[in-house]
Each structure stands twice: as structure tokens, then as C-alpha cells.
Nanobody
Framework: QVQLVESGGGLVQAGGSLRLSCAAS????????MGWFRQAPGKEREFVAAISWSGGSTYYAESVKGRSTISRDNAKNTVYLQMNSLKPEDTAVYYCAATKFRTVVAGIADFGSWGQGTQVTVSS
């Protein structure tokens, strides 16, 4: 089992940037892919980005492509989500998640371990 703790959320003006972090413990971090999801009030949880076990492959939702970068530091057991040019519609609770797969996946059901989430609020 993997324990995940997100940090880095907050309140930012539209056009601003945030970097989310997710610290992992438990299973060997470098053996599994990671992902970020988000859930806005009244909406379903949706995929944001994913990264393979080595960091060599990444995949993004169209809504954040070009504005966000997912990365990982296997030496620090941490995955990051750099978000730029933030929009009010990016407001949500952001969750990191771990999958049993080594390659990039994007389905919620593919991820078995979840963090508690960090709030991102973008004001207009």
C-alpha cells in the first residue's frame, strides 16, 4: 500500500502559477506510475495528468495541456504538478494517486491509492 500526502495548494489570481507536490511512502516509489486528478464542487473527479515510473512518459488532459507539467523525483519519492496560466475553472481539490502499473494510465479505476487532496482556488 502507498501513502500519499499532497501540498502546495492555495488561493491564486487568474494567470498565476502553483506547484503541487505529493510525497509518497510505502511501496517503492520508482516502480509505479503516478497521476493527478481534480474534483470541482458538484462535479465528478477528472483526470489531469499522469507520469510513468521513470518520468519518461507523460500524458495530460486537454484542459491543462500546455499549461501544466507533471514531473517526479524518485530520489525524493515525490511527484509534482506545475500549473501555469491558471483559470477560475481550474478551481478544485487536487488529488495525487498511485497506480500498480509502470506505464501511463488515465482512468480513475486504474489508481488504487489516493491522497487526501489539496484545495486550489483561482480568483478572477
Amino acid at each position: 500500500q502507498v501513502q500519499l500526502v499532497e501540498s502546495g495548494g492555495g488561493l491564486v489570481q487568474a494567470g498565476g502559477s502553483l506547484r503541487l507536490s505529493c510525497a509518497a511512502s510505502g511501496r517503492t516509489f520508482s516502480t509505479y506510475a503516478m497521476g493527478w486528478f481534480r474534483q470541482a464542487p458538484g462535479k465528478e473527479r477528472e483526470f489531469v495528468a499522469a507520469i510513468s515510473w521513470s518520468g519518461g512518459s507523460t500524458y495530460y488532459a486537454e484542459s491543462v495541456k500546455g499549461r501544466s507539467t507533471i514531473s517526479r523525483d524518485n530520489a525524493k519519492n515525490t511527484v509534482y504538478l506545475q500549473m501555469n496560466s491558471l483559470k477560475p475553472e481550474d478551481t478544485a481539490v487536487y488529488y495525487c494517486a498511485a497506480t500498480k502499473f509502470r506505464t501511463v494510465v488515465a482512468g480513475i479505476a486504474d489508481f488504487g491509492s489516493w491522497g487526501q487532496g489539496t484545495q486550489v482556488t483561482v480568483s478572477s
